[in-house]
Structure formats: C-alpha cells, structure tokens
C-alpha cells in the first residue's frame, strides 16, 4: 500500500533562516512526489514535483526538494525563509505503474517569524 | 488567480435543501475531481472523472451526486446532509489520469449544514 509520512505537525523558523519540511513515503515501485501549499481559504498550489532524473528538483517561490530513494525522502527546503511563506504544506505520491489517487500526507504547518 | 473556478465560495444550507457545487476548468483537462477537506486536514478523494465518465467513487454516500456535464464542467449535487458533511470541498483537474501531471486546486466552497 502506499503512504506518506509527514512527522512534523508544525515547524517554526525565523524569517531570513533555511527551512525544511519532512516527507517520506512507502510505494511500491517507482514514485511519483509532490509538494502543495495551502493558504488560508485557499485551495491546494503546486509547488513542485519528481518524477524522474536529477534528485534535486526547484520549483515556485524558492522553494526545492531532495528525492533521497535509499531514505525513501522527499525533503522540501527553502534556503532563505520569508513571512509569507507561512502557510499548510502537503506532501503527496503516486506509486508507478500509476495509481489513479493521489496519496496526501497529514500536511505540515510552517509558521515564519519575523 | 486559479485556473479551475468553483462557485459558490461559501454555501449555507439545512439538511433537507438540495443545492449543487459547479466547478469549471479551461485548460482542456480530461480528468477532474472531488475532494472533501476538513480542517488542517488532508484532502480526502470523493469522485474522480476521466473523459466525462466516473472512474472512482470512494464509497461516498448516495447524498452526494456527481456529475460531469461536459470536458469543463463538473457538478457536485448535495441533498439531505448532515452536520458531518460541514468542510471545504475542493475541486481539481489534470491532464489525464494516471499520468506525472499535478493536479490543479480551485479554492473551494466552504459548505456549512445548519
């Protein structure tokens, strides 16, 4: 079955500071990840994915990720935080030969201070 | 601005009405999808559209009634719901189904039952 894990409910860190957000997750073959944010009132937007290649992905914002397949991770990071990027962030996967779902995390709330 | 409009943002409504939520996409998607959102939740998949035919429901209750008129259009028809069913529905459309393409979010409808 597939899954994904988000251990961090929260994660609070000063603006101007890197941030990372946790994910792993639990497929059988190959995976195709996903991260979203989720502002308030808003729906989901995409931020960025791997599918395949190069394991360091860049995607809207500033916003990157490390596919780490030995760790099964997918670690959102940001090198410089900003206020505004305090929001809801969702991890998500499609195991391959694709699933036609969508496998959510529990999501993790970055708080930003200034 | 979201590329996939749903209407109405909010919506207000007793156990015995009947209402309907619209969701509409212009970017020539061929699948589409309902998703339940409580919150600080993830989404939670309801119905998955591919080619204007129901390709997943995830054991919804008859309550809910979806349909999908057209290629850009895609209705969620309410009637009798109870407190329980109070959350963000959330619409979204991809390409096609089964494929590395991210699903694009509207922003919802917040449905209360009074």
């Known amino acids: 079955a597939q899954s994904v894990a988000q251990p961090e409910d929260q994660v609070n860190v000063a603006e101007g500071n890197p941030l990372t957000v946790k994910c792993t997750y639990s497929v059988s073959g190959n995976p195709y990840l996903f991260w979203y944010v989720q502002y308030p009132n808003r729906g989901l937007q995409f931020l960025l994915k791997?599918?395949?290649?190069?394991?360091l992905v860049k995607g809207s914002y500033g916003f990157e990720a490390e596919f780490n397949k030995s760790q099964t991770s997918f670690h959102l990071k940001k090198p410089s935080a900003l206020v505004s990027d305090s929001a809801l962030y969702f991890c998500a996967v499609r195991g391959v030969p694709n699933t036609d779902k969508l496998i959510f995390g529990t999501g993790t709330r970055l708080q930003v201070f200034p | 601005d979201t590329e996939v409009t749903q209407t109405p943002k909010h919506l207000v409504m007793g156990m015995t009405n009947k209402k309907s939520l619209k969701c509409e996409q212009h970017?020539?998607?061929?699948?589409m999808y309902w998703y339940k959102q409580k919150a600080k939740k993830p989404p939670e998949l309801m119905f998955v559209y591919s080619y204007e035919k129901l390709s997943i429901n995830e054991s919804v209750p008859s309550r809910f009634s979806p349909e999908c008129p057209n290629s850009s259009l895609l209705n969620l028809h309410l009637h009798a719901l109870q407190p329980e069913d109070s959350a963000l529905y959330l619409c979204?459309?991809?390409?096609?189904?089964?494929?590395?393409?991210?699903?694009?979010f509207g922003d919802g409808t917040r449905l209360s039952i009074l």
């Open positions: 979204a459309s991809s390409q096609d189904l089964s494929d590395n393409q991210p699903q694009h």
């Open positions: 970017m020539g998607h061929r699948a």
């Open positions: 791997y599918i395949t290649g190069d394991n």
